[in-house]
């Protein structure tokens, strides 16, 4: 069983920081990807930023320059960084994981964690 475990959530005045942390652990061979997603109230889950095994990363705009993320590969530990958020970033921010499984029928599956809530008001 694979689970994945968000951190770093709060509430912080506009312009502050935070530090996104998200942990998978299980059984498992490798971590093909890992990334960041957002549902803010009333809207659809959106992608924030995903990192690739092996550091290629892609961010979804306007976020680029204020969010930054990295991966951990000896810890199966994905960071977002954010700086100068604002309003708008309010939203649930859920991690997400490509893993490649011990099994040989279909070994990558998508997990999801179970969300860390971002509220950025003054």
């Known amino acids: 069983q694979v689970e994945l475990v968000e951190s770093g959530g709060g509430l912080v005045q506009p312009g502050e920081s935070l530090r996104l942390s998200c942990a998978a652990s299980?059984?498992?061979?490798?971590?093909?990807?890992m990334a960041w997603y957002r549902q803010a109230p009333g809207k659809q889950r959106e992608l924030v930023a995903r990192i690739i095994n092996g550091g290629d990363t892609n961010y979804k705009d306007p976020v680029p320059g204020r969010f930054s993320i990295s991966m951990d590969n000896a810890k199966n530990t994905v960071h977002l960084q954010m700086n100068n958020l604002q309003s708008e970033d309010t939203a649930v921010y859920y991690c997400n994981a490509d893993i490649l499984l011990y099994r040989i029928l279909q070994p990558q599956e998508t997990y999801w964690g179970k969300g860390t809530l971002v509220t950025v008001a003054s």
């Open positions: 299980g059984r498992f061979q490798s971590i093909s990807s």
